[in-house]
C-alpha cells in the first residue's frame, strides 16, 4: 500500500463519499502529510494501518468485538485551529487533523437495521487516534468486558513498559515480542520504532467506561480493562486510543498537548482562579500547629511559593477505623491507653479540624503520629497577607462516604483554594465517572486539584482545569534510580502534569545533586509541583537557586527540547514573554550538553545566568555555583555534568 497521498486523491474520496461509492480502500492524511493512514477491511474486521513519513509503523485491528460488516457510508473532514489553554506549555495549542468517519454495519443489513459501529479515525500532526460510537441493548443494562483493538508494530520496535504506575522504568527499550501476556502493561506506553521514528501510546477522553492496561501478546498490544467491565446502553463511545508519532523523543515532549486536543473544551466559564504556582507541603516545613503553620508562610513567600498544601492528619485519621483497627493500634501502643483524643480522631470528620493525638495506620508495623491543633480560618486569614492559598488533603473514602457538594462548600467557606484527593479509587467505569464528578465539583466551589495515587490523565485536564496536577507515576516517594528522573518527561509526563513529590533538597537518601532536583521543577511540566523540605532551609543556606526558584512563572508560551535522550539526558528550554528559562537532567551516566542559542532574537545582547553543579562536589548533593555572563543569539552554551547532575539558567534581555 502506498502512503503518499496527492489533494487530487483526496478530493477523489470526497467525491466518492458524495456519490455513495465505497472504496476497498479509503486513505487520509495530517495537514502536515507526515502521519497517513489508510482504511480497509480485512475479511469484515475493520483494519487501518498507520505510516509516519511515509513509513508504515503499526497496523491495527479497530473497534468493539462484534460482527464482521460492511462499510455503508464514510465521510472525511478536516479542522485547522488552535485553542488557548487556561495554563500549559505553550501560549496555543495547535489542533489540526484530519477525519475519517466510517459506518459500518452488517454483511447482510437491511437499509432500515442500524450500524454495528462507527468509527472515527483522525491523522494528527502529533498522531493517530481513534475510538469507536456504537448502540448496546438501549430497553436493559449490558455489558461487554473487552474491545477488538489491537495494535502491531513493526519488526524491531521496544518499550519503556512498567507493571504497574509507581513501577521503574527501564534504562533501555524492551522488544515488544518480549513483553509477557501477565501483568498487563501501563500507559501511555513509549516505543521506538524500528530506528525510524518514536511512538507513545495512551488513551485519551475516557468517561463513563472503565480505564484500560495493555496486553501484551507475541508483540500485539491490545488494552485490557483496568478493573470490571463496560456497562450502559444506548449509545456507547470508547475513549480515544491514540498513538504519538515523532522523529525524536525531543519532540514527543514537545508535542505532549496531543492528549488534551483528544478531550472536549474548558467546561469552566470562569477560569481566573485558576492561577498557576508552586506549592509546598507541610511535610519538612512545619507541624501541624496553627502558630507553626502561619509561621511557614514568610519563608514560603520567599522562594515565591503560590499554595501551602497540609497533608494527612489535619481532620484525624485518612479514613474512618474501626473498633478492631483501634484495639490492634492501642495493643502496639499501650502508652496512649489513657490519651483520649487520638480516639475521637481515627472518627476521620471531614467537616472538622482534629485536636489532640493523630495516629497514622492501626496496622502498620512503626509508630507514626501528629499531634494536631488547628485553627483553620486563622491560618487562611494569615495565608492571605502573602497572597498564598492553603491546600488540604482528604482521602478517596472519605470523598465517597459524604456529599462532595456539601463538602466543597464548607472549605470553600472556610477558605480553601485546593485539595489534595489522595488514594482515589481508580480503573473501573464507576472510579472514572466518579473522578470526573470530582473535577465538576471542585470547580463548582472553585477548588483546584492535585488527584494522588493510580490516576493516570487522560486529557481532561483541557476540559476541566482545575485539575492542575496528579499523580499515577512513580516518583521520589518510591526512591528510585535517578535515571527514573530523565525517563519521566518521555513516558507518564506525556499524559500531563506529575505530581512526583518532589523533595528539593532531601529526601530519604542522596540521589542527585541539588541542581539536578532543582531542573527538574521546570524539566516537569504542569502549572505547580507540591515540594517537600524545608523553605527555611532553602532561604538561609541555598539562597542563590532562590532568584531561579521564585523567577518560575508555571505558565509558559513556548517550549522546545534539547539533547533529549529517554533514561539518559534531556535539556528544556522554556519561554515566558520574553524570558528564557532553562533546565538540563543527567541520569546514571556523565554527560556534556552544548546548547545552541539560537533560539534567541537577532540583534539583541541577553544576560544569562547560570546555576551548575560545582566540580569539587560532582556526584554529591552539597554544592553548586553561579555564574552570569552575556549571551546573543547563536552562541553556544556548554555544560559538562556528573551523572545524576544538572543545571538550571535564566536568560534575560538586557535592557539598554
Known amino acids: 500500500m502506498k502512503y503518499i497521498f496527492s489533494a487530487a486523491s483526496l478530493l477523489i474520496y470526497a467525491f466518492s463519499t458524495f456519490a455513495k461509492e465505497i472504496p476497498k480502500e479509503i486513505a487520509i492524511s495530517s495537514p502536515d502529510r507526515r502521519v497517513s493512514c489508510v482504511f480497509s477491511l480485512e475479511d469484515g474486521v475493520p483494519l487501518a494501518e498507520v505510516a509516519f513519513e511515509n513509513k508504515r509503523v503499526f497496523t491495527s485491528h479497530l473497534g468493539r468485538v462484534c460482527e464482521k460488516g460492511k462499510v455503508s457510508d464514510f465521510k472525511i473532514t478536516s479542522v485547522n485551529r488552535e485553542w488557548k489553554p487556561v495554563w500549559g506549555f505553550k501560549e496555543k495549542y495547535p489542533e489540526n487533523y484530519t477525519q475519517l468517519e466510517v459506518v459500518l454495519v452488517r454483511d447482510q443489513a437491511k437499509d432500515s ?20 460510537k456504537f448502540m448496546m441493548e438501549p430497553y436493559g443494562l449490558t455489558a461487554f468486558s473487552k ?4 495494535w502491531r508494530f513493526e519488526k524491531g520496535t521496544a518499550a519503556w513498559p512498567i507493571e504497574w504506575a509507581e513501577s521503574t522504568f527501564p534504562a533501555d527499550p524492551i522488544p515488544l515480542e518480549k513483553l509477557s501476556p501477565e501483568p498487563a502493561w501501563r500507559m501511555p506506553l513509549t516505543m521506538r520504532v524500528a530506528n525510524d521514528c518514536y511512538a507513545s501510546l495512551f488513551e485519551a477522553h475516557a468517561e463513563n467506561y472503565p480505564r484500560s492496561f495493555l496486553q501484551a501478546e507475541g508483540g500485539v498490544l491490545s488494552p485490557r480493562f483496568a478493573v470490571g467491565v463496560k456497562e450502559g446502553r444506548g449509545e456507547i463511545f470508547t475513549p480515544w486510543r491514540a498513538v504519538a508519532l515523532a522523529s525524536s523523543p525531543a519532540e514527543l515532549i514537545e508535542r505532549a498537548y496531543f492528549v488534551e486536543n483528544l478531550n472536549p473544551p474548558c467546561a469552566i466559564a470562569d477560569t481566573s482562579w485558576i492561577k498557576p504556582g508552586y ?11 496553627t502558630d507553626d503553620v502561619i509561621s511557614s508562610a514568610k ?10 498544601q497540609i497533608d494527612w492528619g489535619w481532620y484525624g485519621t485518612e479514613y474512618e477505623w474501626t473498633d478492631e483497627d483501634r484495639a490492634s493500634y492501642l495493643s502496639r501502643h499501650p502508652e496512649l491507653k489513657n490519651e483520649k483524643t487520638w480516639i475521637e480522631n481515627t472518627k476521620a470528620n471531614p467537616y472538622t479540624t482534629a485536636f489532640g493525638v493523630v495516629p497514622y495506620h492501626p496496622y502498620w508495623p512503626y ?32 470523598l465517597e462516604k459524604y456529599d462532595m457538594d456539601e463538602l466543597f462548600a464548607t472549605y470553600a467557606k472556610w477558605g480553601v483554594v485546593g485539595l489534595k484527593p489522595g488514594f482515589v479509587a481508580y480503573g473501573s467505569q464507576a472510579s472514572t465517572d466518579f473522578i470526573r464528578k470530582l473535577c465538576a465539583t471542585a470547580a463548582k466551589h472553585r477548588l483546584w486539584l492535585d488527584i494522588h495515587d493510580a490516576y493516570v490523565p487522560d486529557g481532561m485536564e483541557r476540559t476541566w482545569p482545575n485539575l492542575m496536577i496528579s499523580e499515577g507515576g512513580g516518583g521520589e516517594e518510591g526512591n528510585h534510580p535517578v535515571r527514573q528522573d530523565v525517563a519521566l518527561p518521555f513516558t507518564r509526563c506525556l499524559v500531563g502534569p506529575f505530581d512526583y513529590t518532589p523533595g528539593l533538597f532531601y529526601y530519604r537518601k542522596a540521589r542527585a545533586t541539588k541542581l539536578h532536583k532543582a531542573a527538574m521543577l521546570l524539566a516537569y511540566p504542569g502549572p505547580t509541583a507540591i515540594m517537600r523540605g524545608s523553605a527555611k532551609e532553602l532561604v538561609e543556606k541555598n539562597a542563590s537557586i532562590v532568584e531561579f526558584l521564585s523567577a518560575l512563572p508555571w505558565n509558559y508560551d513556548d517550549t522546545r527540547v534539547y539533547d533529549a535522550e529517554i533514561s539518559r539526558h534531556l535539556t528544556v528550554v522554556r519561554r515566558k514573554g520574553r524570558d528564557y528559562f532553562i533546565a538540563s537532567l543527567t541520569g546514571d551516566e556523565a554527560h556534556e550538553t552544548s546548547l545552541s542559542l539560537s533560539f534567541l532574537e537577532e540583534n539583541k545582547k541577553y544576560k544569562l545566568t547560570l546555576w551548575r553543579d560545582d566540580e569539587k562536589c560532582a556526584g554529591t548533593p552539597r554544592g553548586f555555583v553561579r555564574e552570569e555572563r552575556f549571551v546573543t543569539k547563536g552562541g553556544v552554551l556548554k555544560i559538562a555534568m556528573s551523572a545524576s547532575g544538572g543545571f538550571c539558567a535564566l536568560v534575560r534581555e538586557e535592557k539598554e
Open 299 to 308: 519563608y514560603a513567600k520567599a522562594i515565591g511559593v503560590k499554595y501551602i
Open 113 to 132: 437495521e442500524r450500524s454495528l459501529q462507527t468509527l472515527l479515525l483522525r491523522c494528527y500532526n502529533e498522531g493517530f487516534a481513534v475510538r469507536s
Open 367 to 398: 509508630s507514626g503520629h501528629s499531634h494536631v491543633e488547628l485553627d483553620i480560618p486563622a491560618i487562611v486569614a494569615e495565608f492571605r497577607k502573602h497572597d498564598i492559598g492553603l491546600c488540604l488533603y482528604i482521602h478517596g473514602s472519605i
Open 279 to 289: 506549592c509546598i507541603s507541610d511535610h519538612g516545613n512545619f507541624k501541624l500547629k
Open 147 to 150: 474491545e477488538r483493538t489491537d
